[in-house]
């Protein structure tokens, strides 16, 4: 089972998206690498998040 281990966002002038990222990019690693090795394309598999993080944002876009 993953642990999500996210430290709070910064405050004050920091870049938001840059510090999301970086807590993200290892738990992105790690599930891409688990799904390359068990046969799947790396480019299928980071495609595939784009597009559900796309979805996420289009439909929390529409409950505003």
Do not use: H
């Amino acid at each position: 089972m993953m642990r999500f281990n996210f430290e709070g966002p910064p405050v004050g002038e920091g870049d938001m998206s840059a510090e999301c990222q970086r807590q993200l990019l290892p738990l992105v690693r790690e599930i891409v690498q688990a799904a390359v090795a068990s046969g799947w394309n790396q480019d299928d598999v980071l495609l595939a998040f784009v597009e559900l993080t796309w979805d996420l944002y289009e439909k929390r876009r529409g409950d505003l």
